[in-house]
Structures are given as C-alpha cells and as structure tokens.
C-alpha cells in the first residue's frame, strides 16, 4: 500500500507538468518520456516481472500503431473507437505469439529471437499490403479538435498519456501485491518449482504477454495520434523494441518506479547530450551510448537499484520485497 | 532549466558589466551610431538528419542551407528589414521524425523565425506538420512526397518539384528517349527500396509505363539497409529487362550499379528516378565504369546558368560534392530570404503571405517561373542527366541539355 501511495504522489507530480510548464519544448519532454516510461513498463511486465526477454515488442505497438491509422484513414472509424481497437488487436497479437512460443516451451534466447522474427514478419506484411499503405506508410489527416483524439496544445496529449502511463503503473503495483503477480514471479524465478506447486506456467505467461501487448499497443495508438504518420520501419522496425527493452534495463527490471526512472535517465542523457555538442553531427549519439555502457556496467540493478543502495538498510530491504 | 536560468544570468551580468562600459564609451567617443539600432536577426531553423543513416544526405543538405546563409548576409542581409542577418539554428532529426517534431518545438520555443527541413518525406511530414501548431513558416527542401503539400497547412511550402511531377515527366522524357531511338526498350524491371520514396516512385512507374508500351515484367523491393545484390541482380539477367530502373538511396544504388557491371548485365539502359547515385559526383568519379552511360531523372541545377555554375565552384571549393541535396537547401533558404524580403518582418502571416505570393526567379534552376499553388511551386521540374565520358550531362529538356543521349547504351 506504502507504494500505492508513492506512486500516487509521483503521479500527482507529474501532473502539475502542464500548470508549471508553459514551454511547449519542455512539456513535449515530458509526454515523450511518459510515452517511453509507458513501452518500458509494458515490456517490464513481461520480461522483468515474467523473466521472458522479448526483442520484438514492436509487433504489439506496430499493431496499436497501425489499427488506429487504418481504421480512421480507411473506414472513417472515430480514433478514440480506435483506440479501443488498437490496444484490442495488440492483445491479440500478443496471445497469438505467446501461444505459439509458450504453447512449445520457448525460453531464454529462443523465446527472444522467435519475438524479433514475429516483429519483423509484421514489418514486412505491413510494407507488402496495400491498406496500410505499405512502404509509403499511412499519413492521418490532420483535423485538430479533441474529437478526433488531436489536440490543438500538448496539454490534451499529456493527459492521455498521463493516464495510459498511469493504467499502466497501477497495473504492475497490482501485479507486485496479487496472486497472479506472485505466480509471475515464481515462474521468472524457476518456472519447473512453479509448476511442481501447481501454477500454471502456461497461463501466467499467457495472462503477462497479454498484458504487455495491451499496454505497447496503446503507446503505438498513441505514438500515431501525437504524430500522425506511420510507416513500417516507424511501427514494427527495431528502434521500439530496443527501446522498451532499454528503459527498464536501465532503470531497473521488475520494479515499479524501474521504467519511469529508465524513461527519465535516458530522455535526459539524450537531451543532455544534444543539448552539450549537438552541432556536431553525431557525437551525441557517441556520448549517449557511452554514458549507457557506463550505467550497465556500474548499475547492473538499475537506477532503481542505485536508489535502493543510497536508502538506509531497512527502508531498502523492505523496498526489495515490493 | 533552474541551471540553465543561473548560468544564463552570470553570463547576462558579466556580459552588461563589460560590454556596458565600452558601449558608452564608444557613444561618448563618436562610434557610429548604426552599432547601437542593429536589426534584429531573422531565426532560420535548419532541421537534417546529420547523424544515422542518411546522414551524407543530411549534412549535404545542412551545408547548401549554411552557404546560401552565408552568401545572403554577405550580401547585406534583409535590406527590407535594415539588413537583418540570418542566424541559422541547427537541429539533428537522426533520420526519425518525431525527433524532428521535438526540434521543431524547441527551436519555435526559443523564437526561430522559420524552418527550413527536413530532407526525407517522413520527416519534412512531421516538421511541418508540427511547425503548422505556430504557424512558422516552413520550406521543405528536397522531401517529394506529394502528401507534403496537400494537406492544406498554410505554412508549407516546397519551390523543387514532387513525385507527381517528376514521375509523369520520367516517364514522358522516357518515352521520348525511346522513341528516338526507335523504340528499342519494350521491358523493364524496377529495383527500388522500401521505404516511402522508393515504393512511391516503383507505384507510379508501374501504372504508368505500361501507357508507353513499356512492359514492366518485374518489381523488386529491397530492404534498406542491403549490402549484397547478387540475388537480385541474378533475377536481372534472367529476366533479361530492356530497361532496368533503380530507385533506391546512394549506398544501395552503388552496390546495385558495381553487381549490375560485375555480373556484366546487358541491358539497353539503366534509367534512374531519383537515382541515390546516378546524379551525384561522387559516384562518377569514383565508380566510372559503373556509372557511365547511366540515365537518371532527378533534381539538377541549370548547366547553361553563370550563377548556378558559380555556386557549384563555390561549393566544390569548400570541399562540397555538388549533389542535388546542396542546392535544393540552398534554393529553399533563398526561397524564404526572399519571403522576408517582401514581408518586411518576421511576422509568420506575412511571410506565409510572402511565400505563397513566391515569384522568385529561379533561372539557376531548369524550371518554369515560380508560381506557388498550395505551397507547391508549380514551375519546378526535374531534368534527365546521362553520365557521359566521366561527367554528368543534362540531356533532356532540350533548352536545358548539355550533351544528346546516349541510347540504347553503346
């Protein structure tokens, strides 16, 4: 309950962004690195909390992405119905590649490569089929008015992501305090023990990939409403899943605050950097991936890990357990 | 933002302290008074994508903008405005558009007067869509998807020609070259890329070459980024095409081009659209072989304009590879100094006003007169070059060649 009542105040916070921050450039920050703590947490659901390492969650978010866009260019369909629809199809997505893969027992590097394939196989559908427009991609029309889920100021957009981020969160403080997120855990942590006590290893998986997939379809509904355009390279290409797979990595894999510290770390790094030598071209990009190498190797917990070190011993320990 | 907020006043107070002092006493002393009522400068945002892997195209689009910046200041500026300078302000979209968006925010958050961007369509699509929230006047650079200029923003402009235009005209030019010759080409195969360009141009080139009496027997994509084309160039020589047309980026283009000769691919032509490779020098002068008798229907500069080549000298002299990127920017940059020009501010109407109204003259350029209509320059047209002896050539329109095709290939 004690980080209930955290997350609680951490969201509160954030969300005064919109009364404090008059910079569209600043507020912009904010709502992308929400959208980054929002993929980062729906991979921590599967693969810190699960232990099922995906380096495709590109399909789930590319679907999001794409259902949205499709829907409204082609069939007229109003995109906060799409939005329903999206963050739908993600789940069907997901349960359609975790019963192929858990259904045959993939683990490890197996069960990763095999979500790199799927992802990849949807990219490619995606730029062979005529009605999301293959490798022109698909340009939403602009038509600004909250109806149509296209805010004329930031501020509509930061509440939306707000909340999704939110749903999110809650999500896996719940995970951290019920049965099914215990079951979770217990197969991440030797899924044969699990079985032997009578979880179903199958299920769970089933219930945590599904999850995780509602939650990146919603970040790529999301991604297609703030910039109106997609592609397949934008949708289902690598970046996404690297980057969801990053943001926990680096604020700390199954725990709740790891991706929202993971989304800060990194959007400030990249910012930082841009900010510090951004004329010259590239070597940003250079300082950016040394500072990652650099917080891997001397944080392997993440930044989650590192605030648990500078706690005093009791408060960590019980920090550990949540 | 607290610490930049500090720095920003240390830096502010010394600066009065110091400069304070000599100020008045330049004043006290007689310095000419112009110093103490200089025009403000007039913000121009240069957004490329200068690092990831479209990056050469990028930076060459950055330096054709930085140099046209350079000749308009050294020329005094925006007389209209007391010769105003233009201060460039240079963003990285790293090849993804939503950076791009987050360039365009940060830099109308610190008062850009205008945006020039973004090389890729996906890109110049988000840029001027983001800068659209404002209303700050937007001039896409080389961009060609036709969506660019059909959404109805009021702040987008474009003076190089788009797809529509460039496709239509490939495939009439092609046409001509063809009949010429006595309509030796019946066959073609496309080998383009994935993305929106190249899949945009293969679209437009299969509905419309058929019209022609040109066959097309076989489409191609490939992914970006692809390092090996043996397969694909295998498929060529089996399907023996009169005519092969490549649109893909430079790397994939140059590959393409070497496996083609190394496989010794006999074809009647190898024709272009908006070949990565096939206009550009670098490519000619380091892959002759490769290169020569290659047709290509892409941007060019005007062969027969003084200006144009003086700006081509310019650049080769600053180390530059003269490719379309360069002067696309530099034109896009001239496009809106012009713009402020007869505004006579920086007011965001005013110069979306002044654009849309463009009559620039672009002699320098092998276009019609500039006529925007819904941002689009409706004089604007590609050209067709021919690598001939180690140079790249125009050869069609007539008015603008510089050489006579060479087709089929000797």
Not at chain 1, 60 to 77: D, I, P, S, W
Not at chain 2, 63 to 88: F, H, R, V, W, Y
Not at chain 2, 121 to 145: C, F, R, W
Request: charged residues 15%; glycine residues 12%; proline residues 4%.
């Amino acid at each position: 309950m004690r980080q209930l009542v955290i997350l609680g105040i951490v969201f509160a916070l954030i969300g005064l962004a919109p009364f404090v921050i008059a910079s569209e450039f600043w507020l912009n920050l904010v709502i992308m690195t929400l959208y980054a703590a929002l993929l980062g947490q729906a991979w921590n659901i599967l693969g810190g909390f699960g232990g099922q390492f995906s380096f495709g969650h590109a399909a789930y978010f590319g679907t999001g992405a794409y259902t949205v866009a499709v829907l409204q260019v082609q069939l007229g369909v109003n995109p906060w119905l799409g939005l329903v629809a999206g963050g739908l199809m993600a789940v069907v997505v997901a349960a359609g590649i975790g019963f192929s893969t858990f259904r045959y027992g993939l683990r490890g590097s197996y069960f990763a490569l095999v979500t790199l394939a799927f992802a990849e196989v949807l990219r490619i559908l995606s730029n062979s089929v005529d009605f999301t427009g293959a490798g022109v991609g698909i340009l939403i029309p602009l038509d600004q008015g909250a109806a149509n889920f296209q805010f004329v100021s930031k501020q509509g957009f930061f509440w939306v992501i707000w909340l999704m981020a939110l749903a999110a969160f809650t999500v896996v403080w719940w995970l951290g305090n019920s049965r099914f997120g215990a079951q979770l855990m217990a197969v991440r942590d030797n899924e044969d023990a699990a079985r032997a006590l009578g979880v179903s290893a199958f299920r769970v998986k089933m219930g945590a990939i599904m999850l995780s997939g509602l939650f990146s379809g919603l970040a790529g509904v999301f991604y297609a409403q703030y910039f109106l355009y997609l592609d397949p390279y934008i949708a289902y290409g690598p970046a996404i899943s690297i980057e969801s797979l990053l943001v926990p990595i680096i604020g700390g894999m199954g725990t709740l605050f790891g991706p929202l510290l993971g989304a800060v770390g990194l959007h400030l790094i990249s910012e930082l950097t841009r900010e510090l030598i951004g004329d010259l071209p590239g070597i940003s990009l250079v300082l950016y991936g040394i500072l990652l190498v650099i917080m891997v190797l001397f944080m392997p917990r993440g930044l989650a890990g590192l605030v648990n070190r500078l706690r005093p011993k009791s408060a960590a320990t019980g920090a550990r357990h949540a | 933002m607290t610490d930049d907020k500090k720095s920003a006043g240390i830096v502010r107070r010394d600066f009065l302290k110091t400069t304070g002092a000599a100020a008045l006493g330049l004043g006290v002393t007689g310095f000419p008074a112009v110093l103490r009522a200089q025009p403000a400068s007039v913000k121009v945002g240069l957004i490329h994508p200068v690092s990831g892997f479209i990056a050469f195209s990028g930076n060459q689009c950055r330096e054709g903008a930085l140099m046209a910046i350079a000749d308009i200041n050294a020329a005094g500026g925006i007389k209209s405005m007391g010769g105003a300078q233009l201060e460039a302000m240079l963003g990285d979209s790293q090849g993804k558009p939503d950076i791009g968006a987050a360039e365009v925010a940060k830099m109308t958050e610190a008062g850009v007067n205008s945006i020039v961007a973004g090389y890729a369509s996906s890109i110049s699509l988000a840029t001027s869509q983001e800068a659209a929230k404002t209303n700050t006047p937007h001039v896409v650079d080389v961009g060609v998807s036709d969506k660019i200029v059909t959404r109805g923003l009021p702040n987008t402009f474009r003076f190089g020609p788009g797809y529509g235009k460039i496709a239509e005209f490939a495939v009439d030019n092609l046409d001509t070259i063809n009949k010429a010759a006595g309509s030796p080409a019946k066959t073609a195969m496309i080998i383009h890329e994935e993305s929106l360009f190249g899949t945009g141009t293969a679209n437009l080139l299969s509905q419309k070459l058929p019209e022609k009496g040109i066959e097309v027997i076989e489409v191609i994509k490939h992914a970006n980024p692809t390092r090996d084309f043996t397969n694909i160039v295998l498929q060529i020589k089996a399907k023996k095409p009169d005519l092969i047309i490549p649109a893909n980026y430079y790397n994939e283009y140059v590959l393409l081009a070497r496996t083609m000769r190394q496989q010794r691919v006999e074809a009647k032509g190898i024709y272009s659209v908006l070949g990565g490779a096939a206009s550009n020098y670098k490519f000619v002068k380091e892959f002759p072989e490769a290169a020569e008798y290659i047709m290509d229907c892409n941007h060019w500069f005007n062969p027969k304009s003084d200006v144009a080549l003086q700006r081509k000298a310019a650049a080769e002299a600053k180390g530059l590879v003269y490719t379309y990127e360069v002067f696309l920017a530099y034109n896009a940059v001239l496009g809106l100094a012009d713009a402020f020009e007869r505004a006579g501010s920086t007011d965001k109407d005013a110069v979306n006003e002044a654009l849309s109204t463009s009559t620039m003259d672009m002699s320098y350029m092998p276009y019609g007169p500039t006529k925007m209509e819904g941002g689009q320059n409706q004089g604007a047209q590609p050209v067709n070059t021919q690598v001939l002896n180690g140079d790249i050539e125009v050869i069609f329109p007539k008015e603008f060649a510089s050489a006579d095709a060479v087709f089929p290939m000797k």
